[in-house]
């Protein structure tokens, strides 16, 4: 990216010399003006490549950037395993067979 604003500011200045050479010096308000329009065009042209390969890079970046957030991290991962491994809460086979049962006692006492 330095690359491509030091280019920039080369063919801005390279315009504003130009100008001043041609006589555009009593107007600096006009000498600006027109080299950056000047610089504008010709950047556009001549930088296109640099251009198209710092967008790519951009591009690259910002999808690892998605993708990194998208997994699980540390902690958030752990948990996550442990989680997976508990059983799932609720009533099981094992639990709804009652192992004694306590209304048969209570007659059988009462009697």
């Known amino acids: ?48 490549g640099i251009r198209d390969e710092m967008t790519a890079k951009l591009v690259e970046r910002h999808e690892a950037r998605l993708a990194a957030k998208a997994q699980p991290h540390g902690d958030e991962a752990d948990e996550d395993a442990e989680t997976s491994a508990l059983p799932a809460p609720g009533p099981t086979a094992e639990r709804d067979v009652p192992t004694h049962d306590h209304t048969d006692d209570h007659r059988r006492t009462e009697r």
């Open 1 to 48: 990216m330095a690359r491509y604003t030091v280019l920039r500011l080369l063919i801005f200045f390279g315009f504003v010399s130009l100008f001043w050479l041609i006589g555009l010096r009593d107007n600096p308000v006009l000498l600006l003006a027109a080299s950056a329009i000047a610089s504008a065009a010709l950047s556009y042209v001549l930088l296109r």
